[in-house]
């Protein structure tokens, strides 16, 4: 629940000498301020006392808070405040401080203003809207209560009521996609060769594993009836140390030899492969070194493995220049950059609708926008499965201009211009993005910059500009 505050003042009538004054019906006290404030599910209240006058031997003053409707006759009474005598406050202390545990209790030395804060809090219920809260004041002396009157302190404050307007955010669907579905799987095998070598052998060392990993790829399109696979791709890298000529033979050789067994086996057999040796991974070497500062000598090995040198000209450069970075480099990044990475090719049918929702389940990435679009509306009543839809969609295409559109579209209707102000950033210009745009301008609090954005989409032909000046129209009132 929002938080509502009331400050309030309230005070009793002063005396120029207190210590004399002996009123009949109230007790002279000050409260220098007063707050009523509803946190979640609990009114707080709080106050700042001043007691003046003093409490005569024997006596205490109770001063007894309370939040009352008087209309409905309904009160929530919050612990008491004592204001004690020396005497009264050791027989609190003794023989009523269990009776009342959550009290506040003082002693009132003579002559000198006592000072005090109040905190408590008491369970909200939705009367104590129009309630006022009142401080009772009573004297007590052998248990013998006199009214001493009340202050009244106020109610929560009525907020000025401001129109809220509406709001028509907009959206587009992707046009109909006729084209093939291309889509691909992608993976990285790192595997093992004998030095200088390059024939297969399965079962050596982590191979296993690597080969493994490509038959999985492999078998989840093979697999996959909806689909016909294309083609493969395999490129084949070798790391920096060692002379370049030698290092591309071994991955022409190499890939070449992979391609061989994936053809021969069960794991690619029939596919059509491209295999490619790719040679030294500098490109995989420098990307390293941007994305880990923790590299010895980084900065100098970077410099040499962008440089215009040829690969032999570098590697020799990076054993002299930075030996400490090159060991480094030799035993924990070289290994990473001996890769294959392969690529499975494939198109994908059209779906219905009821066929486009088990493959959203399945394989959400082999539908079109414009079929996923064609699913969430199926669930145009079911606003939290259609929202799950549209999120999962911005998953699979996050840079796409329709997708992002539509998120600022559900970010604008929950009412978070931030988040929509990011999604609208992807997306291509056009009249929904300006509509969009000034909606986001009104949720940041600019109301003009709103309505200027707004025109300008009436006039671009958004029709949900018309009936949002109209909302906008009713603020300005």
Not at 7 to 13: C, D, F, I, R, T
Not at 34 to 39: G, I, L, Y
Not at 426 to 433: A, G, H, I, L, M
Request: charged letters at 25%.
């Amino acid at each position: 629940m929002l938080l509502c505050l009331l400050l309030a003042q309230a005070s009793v009538a002063l005396a120029d000498d207190v210590r004399q004054f002996s009123p009949k019906y109230d007790y002279v006290m000050t409260v220098n301020r007063s707050t009523m404030a509803v946190v979640d599910s609990n009114v707080v209240v709080s106050m700042q006392i001043t007691a003046i006058q003093d409490v005569p031997a024997l006596q205490s003053v109770v001063l007894s808070p309370e939040i009352v409707d008087t209309v409905n006759m309904r009160k929530a009474e919050l612990p008491l405040i004592f204001l004690n005598s020396k005497n009264q406050h050791v027989y609190f202390e003794r023989d009523l401080k269990n009776d009342y545990p959550e009290a506040l209790a003082l002693r009132k030395k003579n002559g000198k203003n006592l000072d005090f804060e109040y905190l408590r809090t008491v369970k909200y219920e939705s009367w104590m809207d129009d309630a006022v809260l009142k401080l009772r004041l009573l004297s007590c002396s052998c248990n013998r209560q006199k009214d001493r009157g009340e202050i009244v302190l106020g109610g929560f404050p009525k907020e000025e009521k401001v129109y809220k307007p509406e709001l028509y955010p907009v959206y587009l669907l992707p046009p109909a996609d006729k084209s093939v579905k291309v889509r691909e799987e992608k993976g990285s095998a790192y595997l093992c060769f004998v030095v200088n070598k390059w024939d297969i052998k399965p079962d050596y060392m982590s191979n296993p594993t690597e080969l493994q990993k490509i038959h999985n790829s492999v078998n989840i399109v093979k697999n996959d009836s909806n689909v016909t696979i294309q083609k493969m791709t395999i490129d084949g890298y070798a790391s920096p140390e060692g002379g370049f000529a030698h290092n591309t033979m071994l991955s022409e050789n190499r890939t070449n030899s992979l391609k061989a067994y994936l053809q021969s086996t069960g794991i690619a057999k029939g596919i059509n492969i491209q295999a490619s040796g790719r040679g030294e991974n500098w490109d995989g070497f420098i990307k390293y070194l941007r994305n880990h500062g923790d590299v010895p000598q980084r900065e100098k090995l970077l410099s040499i493995a962008t440089s215009s040198n040829t690969p032999d000209d570098k590697e020799k450069r990076m054993r002299k220049e930075t030996p400490q970075g090159y060991a480094y480099v030799l035993k924990n990044v070289f290994p990473e950059l001996r890769c294959t990475n392969y690529n499975v090719i494939y198109t994908v049918r059209p779906f219905t609708v009821e066929e486009s929702e088990k493959v959203f389940e399945t394989r959400p990435i082999n539908l079109n926008l414009n079929e996923i679009y064609k699913l969430a509306d199926k669930y145009s009543n079911n606003q939290e499965k259609y929202n799950s839809i549209i999120r999962k969609a911005y998953l699979l295409y996050p840079n796409d201009s329709y997708i992002n559109l539509t998120m600022a579209y559900l970010s604008i209707k929950k009412g978070e211009a931030g988040d929509a102000a990011e999604y609208l950033s992807k997306v291509k210009n056009c009249p929904e993005k300006t509509m969009n745009e000034g909606l986001v301008a009104y949720l940041k609090g600019d109301l003009d910059k709103a309505i200027q954005l707004v025109n300008q989409a009436k006039s671009q032909g958004v029709p949900e500009a018309t009936p949002q000046l109209e909302e906008f129209g009713k603020i300005k009132k």
